[in-house]
């Protein structure tokens, strides 16, 4: 009994690994076959620079001290008033600035997050590489551990066989 199911067990061990296998070498087949990275288009570009810029703190500072200047000159009249409050041409300018800007910036992280998508499923099929490399280990330290046992096993029948050979011979004479 104990034979048919240690057959039964190495059966499925050899079934599990030939799986493997096969499922290592489509891995290796699929990344030997790398695409190469598509060139960015004229908008995509732009989007990106724009988006760099816009998402950068000196730009906030130059847009906020060009603010603060054009409200205080148009408060103290140091110049004519060409926008006086509530700075109604400025909020047209800013407007603006914002109906422009957020599709760069909205195309530019929607390429982002094309390419953060891609970096998933790499990271995805390096799991299962690694997943696949300690389900071999754990096979090799199976087999091991089966060939260990089948030399104790051996030894300890050696060592019964040994003991009752000894049993059946007399004591020595004294």
């Known amino acids: 009994m104990l034979e048919a199911l240690k057959h039964e067990f190495h059966e499925t061990e050899k079934r599990l690994l030939g799986e ?3 499922q290592r ?3 290796r087949a699929s990344d030997s076959i790398v695409p190469p990275s598509p060139r960015l288009t004229i908008g995509q ?3 990106d620079k724009v988006a760099a810029v816009m998402g950068s703190w000196s730009f906030i500072i130059i847009q906020s001290t060009i603010l603060f ?3 205080i000159v148009n408060i103290t009249a140091f110049i004519q008033h060409w926008d006086p409050y509530p700075f109604i041409l400025l ?3 800013l407007s603006f600035q914002a109906a422009y800007a ?5 195309m530019s992280q929607n390429r982002q997050q094309d390419i ?7 990271d995805y099929k390096i799991n299962i590489k690694a997943e696949l490399e300690i389900e071999l280990l754990h096979q090799k330290i199976d087999e091991m551990r089966e060939k260990e046992v089948l030399m104790l096993t051996k030894a300890v029948n050696e060592l019964s066989l040994f003991l009752l050979k000894e049993r059946d011979v007399p004591p020595p004479a004294v």
């Open 20 to 22: 493997l296998r096969t």
């Open 25 to 27: 070498r489509k891995a």
């Open 45 to 47: 570009n732009i989007a």
């Open 69 to 71: 200047f054009w409200i």
């Open 91 to 93: 909020n047209l300018a």
């Open 102 to 106: 957020a599709p760069f910036i909205m």
């Open 116 to 122: 953060d998508r891609k970096e998933a499923e790499n």
